[in-house]
């Protein structure tokens, strides 16, 4: 299982048009948004897509993790939490994305990188076990945690609170079908506050650029 994923990751050198254009649909949800800011302050500069103050999302989550431990985002409190929806299948944007932010973290350094967590959500439960998922996400980085809507409810409650798309795309057999998603992932500041909306796929600079400012550190 680990030796296909790095396959899969080592031919992931492009990015779905069709899904890159869900997550893009998503993204024009949120024009006119303004981040507030105090009198004489500037905003952070960004290179992702500043939603802080946005009313429209998720606030937290409550999903089992690979050992079935309810996991929200007080688990993670003092961190930066990327929150990122796909499934192990993907055959582009997912494996690129994870290969990027396990990236983010090495060039980060080991001290900060502790300060980041990124949980992998499932939005394919029915082929994706908690076995497959631990074993995907390890692949990439071993602080990665995985995510698995114990059943459809759930699954049907995070995407809704989140906005997510997602939707079956059927294969040439049962087992063979994939999965349209939102191309996009979600971070939340070390006191958890959402701040940002980030495309799917973009190298690993704009992840570097926008964790160091979320830390507290010059983003260089």
């Known amino acids: 299982m680990v030796r296909s994923t790095?396959?899969?990751?080592?031919?992931?050198?492009?990015?779905?048009?069709?899904?890159?254009l869900i997550g893009l649909a998503a993204a024009g949800a949120l024009g006119g948004m303004?981040?507030?800011?105090?009198?004489?302050q500037q905003p952070p500069s960004f290179t992702n897509l500043d939603i802080t103050g946005n009313?429209?999302?998720?606030k937290d989550f409550a999903l089992p993790d690979t050992s079935g431990k309810t996991r929200t985002l007080a688990d993670f409190n003092g961190k930066v939490v990327v929150l990122?929806?796909?499934?192990?299948?993907?055959?582009?944007?997912c494996p690129t994305t994870m290969a990027e932010l396990s990236q983010a973290?090495?060039?980060?350094?080991?001290?900060?990188?502790?300060?980041?967590?990124?949980l992998f959500v499932s939005v394919d439960p029915e082929r994706d076990t908690a076995q497959v998922l631990s074993q995907y996400v390890a692949a990439f980085n071993p602080t990665f945690v995985a995510l698995r809507p114990a059943n459809e409810e759930q699954l049907k409650q995070v995407t809704k609170d989140?906005?997510?798309?997602?939707?079956k795309v059927p294969g040439n057999t049962p087992d063979s079908y994939t999965m349209d998603h939102t191309a996009a992932s979600y971070v939340f500041d070390t006191t958890g506050k959402l701040r940002l909306f980030a495309r799917d796929g973009q190298g690993v600079t704009p992840?570097?650029?926008?964790?160091?400012?979320?830390?507290?550190?010059?983003?260089?």
């Open 6 to 20: 790095f396959a899969r990751v080592a031919r992931a050198t492009r990015v779905s048009l069709r899904v890159l």
């Open 34 to 40: 303004l981040a507030l800011v105090g009198c004489g």
């Open 55 to 58: 009313t429209q999302f998720g």
């Open 84 to 93: 990122f929806f796909g499934y192990t299948h993907c055959p582009d944007v």
């Open 105 to 118: 973290l090495q060039q980060l350094g080991p001290d900060a990188a502790k300060r980041v967590q990124v």
């Open 162 to 167: 989140f906005r997510v798309y997602y939707a």
């Open 207 to 220: 992840w570097l650029h926008d964790l160091k400012i979320l830390l507290g550190a010059n983003p260089g």
